[in-house]
């Protein structure tokens, strides 16, 4: 009797530990996650209206969610993995090349957008002889209509505004800075949509490869639910902001919401066999992980902080209300993704 009750026992105990229908049905709980996140940004007009207090809001809760995912989770994991593959390849003295590996992504960052702003200038602002030719047209149209071009230098409530608009129709470059804008918001959305993927590819694969302990992967499948719709919001945001057309938009966000799935299946295939305490899977990883922290860090930093946080962006909100809604918005975001690194 003792027997088959520990035979039973260890039956139940056995099916507990079948994760496989779990992680099957994580795969598409995962996708609609992404796509729910990710897509309405899209639709949103709001976000690209930096007066707005809404849309101000919801961009500041998207840099703290960036913010979070950069420092919280991604770099986290890849100290951890180095801290691994020193275990296996001792170094003396010790050294974590976690660091190292940040300054990587946040310097081919900087690269990058030393390469956009030099290629943006070249196609979008015009050649010498254009733009004397457009200088002169635009002459003789101040000659011809001074009048009605002293009234918006006098205008108080927007004198500031008005001058620089003012500055640049003389010098004809108003399409062509906003031109650069965009073309530089559009570089900084794909490397951020290239961060966001190699961190759910990777993130994927743990999940599928837990084929032993159900309560952790139901924890983690929960955990990376959430983490995959407050990063689409993220990313939507972003892709709003670029300007992209909404069959672009919709392609970049379907890249993003397939790749943790997709790393979810990878994991399962691999589970029996991989070891993901080997050398390579420690270096592969770590690597993988702080060069994506580099980069998320980067993009945190110095291009949705700096600019939705400069004293002139914040001067464009009239509340003192809004403003410190901003603020609010920013740590709420940052603190719900910073909670969520506890599980995924």
């Not at 149209?141 to 640049?168: F, I, W």
């Amino acid at each position: 009797m003792s027997d088959h009750a520990g035979h039973a026992h260890g039956n139940a105990e056995g099916a507990d530990d079948d994760t496989l229908g779990l992680r099957i049905g994580a795969v598409f709980v995962v996708l609609a996650a992404g796509i729910i996140g990710g897509i309405p940004p899209l639709y949103l007009e709001a976000f690209k209206d930096m007066s707005h207090p809404v849309a101000r809001m919801l961009r500041a809760a998207a840099a703290g969610i960036v913010m979070s995912l950069g420092f919280v989770h991604v770099l986290p994991h890849g100290v951890e993995e180095f801290g691994i593959l020193a275990i296996h390849v001792p170094l003396k003295p010790y050294y974590n090349p976690a660091g190292p590996a940040v300054i990587f992504g946040i310097l081919m960052m900087m690269i990058i957008e030393g390469l956009a702003h030099s290629h943006g200038h070249e196609d979008v602002l015009p050649s010498p002889g254009k733009g004397a030719k457009d200088d002169s047209s635009d002459d003789d149209a101040v000659q011809a209509g001074k009048g009605t071009e002293a009234e918006p230098r006098t205008d108080v409530e927007h004198q500031g505004h008005k001058h620089v608009e003012v500055c640049l129709h003389e010098h004809g470059h108003v399409g062509n800075v906003n031109a650069f804008g965009t073309f530089k918001q559009k570089t900084m959305a794909h490397m951020f949509e290239f961060g966001c993927v190699v961190h759910s590819v990777i993130i994927g694969i743990l999940l599928g490869i837990l084929n032993k302990d159900y309560p952790q992967a139901r924890n983690m499948l929960i955990a990376l639910t959430f983490h995959q719709w407050l990063e689409g919001i993220g990313l939507g945001a972003m892709i709003s902001v670029a300007n992209f057309g909404l069959l672009k938009g919709w392609l970049l966000i379907g890249l993003y919401s397939v790749t943790a799935p997709v790393g979810i299946a990878i994991g399962i295939g691999i589970a029996e066999g991989y070891d993901s305490q080997s050398t390579a899977a420690s270096a592969t990883q770590g690597t993988l992980n702080c060069v994506s922290a580099g980069i998320l860090i980067y993009m945190g930093l110095a291009q949705m902080v700096a600019n939705d946080f400069a004293p002139e962006s914040m001067a464009l909100l009239k509340s003192r209300w809004a403003k410190g809604g901003c603020y609010v918005a920013f740590f709420v975001a940052a603190g719900c993704m910073s909670f969520l690194a506890i599980w995924a």
